[in-house]
């Protein structure tokens, strides 16, 4: 069964919830890693699990069934693991100004964000 290693995936800001303080609080990213981003993780290896045995039984139309949840545990989980790898505190090569393009959109739209989920 393929299970997802979330601790490797999300390490790089995860480790130090407190990191990116006093911008972002560690208690929200400590919430938000353990229990939102769990929530996806677990959903998604439920699935895998669900599905696997379905399988394994040759009921095929269980499987299918349940493959639209690969969709939405598996995008949520992508998603998160997208934003913990994204972000670093200025110690650890985060921070600073915007350059390229990036620079470029955010000042042709200064007020604009997007939620991640
Ligand atoms: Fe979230």
């Known amino acids: ?44 290896n439920s699935a895998l699990e669900t ?11 269980k499987a299918a069934t349940v493959a639209p949840l690969l969709n939405f545990h ?6 998160h693991t997208l934003f913990w790898e994204n972000l670093a505190p200025a110690s650890r090569e985060g921070g600073g100004e915007p350059d390229g393009a990036l620079k470029v959109r955010l000042r042709i739209r200064p007020h604009h964000s997007s939620p991640h989920h």
């Open 74 to 79: 598996g995008g949520g989980h992508i998603n």
């Open 1 to 44: 069964m393929l299970a997802v290693p979330r601790s490797q995936l999300t390490r790089r800001i995860a480790d130090d919830y407190g990191a990116l303080e006093p911008h972002i609080s560690g208690k929200i990213m400590e919430l938000h890693h353990t229990k939102h981003h769990q929530t996806y993780v677990n959903g998604l």
């Open 51 to 61: 599905i696997a045995e379905a399988e394994s039984k040759g009921d095929f139309t």
